[in-house]
C-alpha cells in the first residue's frame, strides 16, 4: 500500500485511541462484545482502537480500494474486523444491530443529510445504541477541504472556498488543479455544513443530543501536526453562524 494511505491509518488510529475512545468511554460502556459500525470508515484507522478494546468492529466503505486497504492493515495489525464495500443502507441485514456508530468527516460530503441522519439511527439498537458524529464547520478556514489541492499554495489559503462558486472554480483552475479535484471541491461546497444545520437535523432525525463540543483546533491535528488541541472557549461557541469561522472540529453524540 502506498506510504501516506499506511501513515494515514495510523494517524486516524492515534487520534481515535488518545480522543475518541476515552470521550466515548464516558458516555456508554465500551468493550468486550460492543457492537461498533464506522460509516465511510476509509481505510478504517478510526476503528483499530475499538478493535484492541474487544469491540466487533465493522467497517463500510463505497470505495472498494479503501476497503481493501482496510482488510490489508487490520491483518498487519492481527486485529479482528468486517469491512464491506458497500453503501451501508443497502446492507439491511445490519438494522438495528449497533451499539455505536462512527460517522467521521462523512456528514459535510451527503447531499441528502435529512434522509442520511434518519436512516443512520435505524442502525442503533433500539433504545441504547449511539450516534457519534465529528465533522468540520463549513465556515472554518479548511472547511472545503481545500488541503486537498496540489498547489501548495491553495492548499495552505484559509477561507477561500467561501468565494462565490464561479470564483472559486476559477481560482483553482488558474492554480492548476485537475478536473476531478475541482469538481470535488465544487461538490464539498454544494454539501457545506455550519453547526447551525446539523443542529437542524438533529432535531428532525428523531433522535436526541447527549453532548456537544467544539473544537477550535481538531483533537486530529494532534497526530497530523503536531498541535496540542484545544476546546472552543463557551461564550464564543455560544454565537451562531459566528462560531463556524474558528470550529475546526464539531463533536455530537446523539442517541
Known amino acids: 500500500m502506498p506510504r501516506d494511505l499506511r501513515q494515514y491509518f495510523y494517524q486516524l488510529a492515534e ?17 468486550d462484545g460492543t457492537a461498533v459500525l464506522e460509516i465511510g470508515c476509509g ?16 467497517g463500510v466503505d463505497m470505495a472498494e480500494d479503501k476497503i481493501r486497504a482496510a482488510r490489508q492493515f ?14 451501508i443502507f443497502e446492507v439491511k441485514e445490519l438494522e438495528g444491530c449497533f451499539d455505536l456508530i462512527l460517522c467521521h468527516d462523512v456528514v459535510e460530503h451527503i447531499r441528502d443529510k435529512e434522509e442520511f441522519m434518519r436512516r443512520v439511527r435505524l442502525y442503533l439498537k433500539p433504545g441504547s445504541g449511539i450516534a457519534f458524529f465529528a465533522f468540520p464547520a463549513w465556515q472554518m478556514p479548511f472547511g472545503g477541504h481545500q488541503q486537498m489541492c496540489r ?13 462565490p462558486a464561479g470564483l472559486y472554480r476559477r481560482i483553482l483552475k488558474l492554480g492548476g488543479e485537475d478536473p476531478a479535484t475541482v469538481e470535488g471541491l465544487l ?20 433522535m436526541q443530543k447527549i453532548d ?12 497530523k501536526f503536531g498541535l496540542r488541541p484545544r476546546r472552543l472557549p463557551a461564550l464564543p461557541g455560544a454565537i451562531p453562524w459566528l ?13
Open 43 to 58: 481505510e478504517g484507522g478510526n476503528l483499530l482502537p475499538f478493535a484492541r478494546a474487544g469491540c466487533q468492529v465493522t
Open 15 to 31: 487520534t481515535s485511541r488518545k480522543y475518541y475512545l476515552p470521550y466515548l468511554s464516558s458516555f456508554m460502556g465500551i468493550g
Open 243 to 255: 462560531r463556524n469561522f474558528y470550529t475546526t472540529s464539531c463533536f455530537y453524540l446523539l442517541k
Open 74 to 87: 487490520f491483518s498487519e495489525e492481527g486485529a479482528e474486523g468486517r469491512f464491506l464495500a458497500s453503501d
Open 187 to 206: 461538490d464539498i461546497k454544494k454539501t457545506a455544513t455550519p453547526i447551525e444545520l446539523f443542529e437542524r437535523l438533529v432535531r428532525r432525525s428523531g
Open 151 to 163: 498547489n501548495r499554495t491553495l492548499a495552505r489559503l484559509p477561507y477561500f472556498h467561501l468565494l
Open 212 to 223: 456537544r463540543r467544539f473544537y477550535l483546533v481538531n483533537p486530529h491535528y494532534e497526530a
